[in-house]
């Protein structure tokens, strides 16, 4: 009897845990840009066609270039963001051009040499379709892409077509100003690092605000996600970055992509990419440990590669927690630097090419001596306020969604 009832136990606290993590997810109750076609196929009739894609660029389960294309659209060349068109480029790596293997249609890469589409590129276009998923943060290079290309189209007197998706972090609007002199690969806007916004509305900023080069403006033709608000959560059908594997890694993307700028590794070189903390320098403080191996396509060298890390385990962490809260976790980097027999080392950049600037993340200069200094995380949010405060009565006018 006592052995069942153990059981029985066990069962229900396992439940529990993934009943947890169990969110209302709005698939069913919405439409992407992509896939109201009646609102877009008819307007690319006769028109030649350039689409920033990658493998999130989908109807359903299919492709949207081999939805055009079987629908007799022209496509006359593709653009590739960050990881590739076909998304098989670790973070941070340059990608080259290249003709796309299964269409045979030219592909060149915005993330190597080139982040710009040139006159010459689009000489031969008509029109230019972005369609990828964003995650809803500032150092989530696509919306750097979004202002690149929107740019070459003010400057080339071209048209751009937003096919508009959810952003799985689009109830999270939290995180301090970037600071310009910060103003980096990974920060290119004077944005929090939650901006709680979808590519459409991030676009309507970007030519509101006056952040392109340019002093024209780019014509946009938007199709907006149909029966969507701030507030729903979607998941997403396709990975929309090899380290962006599980619902788990996407919705605490924008609290533990922080650690990219600290002394330990965050799950680079694993299969849980985002979900674990951890460093060799925790060995007898934590009894959770990982290894951090090269993973082609992911991580070739990770941060600790092919040590024993020991740290944190987040990837049952209740997600309806860090929904509820509306809030970027600061609590792990605490934990972890307050627990660091190295704390002098914690931010040491130098260590590795794979450690980044706390700054340059972050966007701000005081963060660093605040997590040293043992500043609360209340004092610390205080500090965010004036600027996030601005920024939220700013992000209402290019809103599209309540």
Not at 43 to 50: F, G, M, Q, S, T
Not at 73 to 95: D, L, M, Q, W, Y
Not at 147 to 166: G, T
């Amino acid at each position: 009897m006592k052995i069942v009832f153990v059981f029985i136990l066990v069962f229900f606290s396992f439940m529990a845990i993934r009943a947890q993590n169990q969110l209302d997810y709005c698939n069913d109750r919405i439409r992407t840009g992509a896939e109201q076609t009646e609102k877009y196929i008819p307007y690319l009739k006769d028109k030649r066609v350039a689409i920033l894609g990658n493998p999130s660029t989908v109807i359903k389960n299919r492709h949207l270039v081999d939805s055009l294309l079987n629908r007799g659209i022209k496509i006359v060349k593709i653009f590739g963001p960050e990881h590739g068109f076909r998304g098989n480029a670790s973070n941070g790596t340059k990608v080259g051009d290249e003709v796309d293997p299964a269409t045979k249609i030219p592909v060149i890469s915005l993330y190597g040499d080139k982040k710009k589409p040139s006159a010459k590129d689009l000489k031969d276009i008509d029109v230019f379709i972005f369609d990828v998923q964003d995650m809803g943060v500032r150092f989530y290079t696509n919306i750097n892409t979004l202002r690149d290309i929107m740019e070459a189209c003010a400057e080339n007197e071209k048209e751009l077509l937003i096919l508009d998706r959810p952003n799985p972090n689009a109830y999270l609007v939290d995180g301090p100003i970037l600071d310009m002199k910060h103003k980096s690969g990974i920060g290119q806007f004077p944005v929090p690092i939650a901006h709680g916004m979808t590519n459409a509305e991030f676009a309507q900023m970007i030519n509101g605000e006056g952040w392109m080069a340019t002093a024209k403006k780019c014509k946009l033709k938007i199709v907006a996600v149909a029966g969507y608000n701030h507030q729903m959560l979607y998941r997403l059908p396709v990975n929309p970055s090899p380290n962006l594997n599980t619902e788990q890694s996407i919705l605490l993307y924008p609290s533990t992509c922080l650690f990219e700028g600290v002394k330990i590794n965050h799950g680079r070189g694993t299969d849980y990419p985002f979900t674990v903390l951890g460093s060799p320098a925790y060995k007898g403080l934590y009894s959770f440990s990982f290894t951090p191996v090269s993973k082609k396509g992911m991580s070739e060298t990770p941060l600790f590669m092919n040590e024993k890390c020991y740290g944190l385990d987040l990837r049952e962490y209740d997600l309806q927690k860090l929904v509820d809260s509306k809030k970027i976790n600061l609590s792990w980097m605490r934990e972890l630097y307050d627990n660091s027999p190295e704390k002098d080392k914690f931010f040491d950049q130098s260590f590795s090419k794979q450690i980044n600037s706390i700054e340059k993340l972050v966007g701000v200069d005081a963060f660093r001596r605040q997590i040293a200094d043992g500043v609360s995380e209340e004092e610390i949010r205080k500090s965010w306020e004036p600027g996030l405060a601005r920024y939220k009565e700013m992000r209402k006018n290019y809103l599209i969604y309540p």
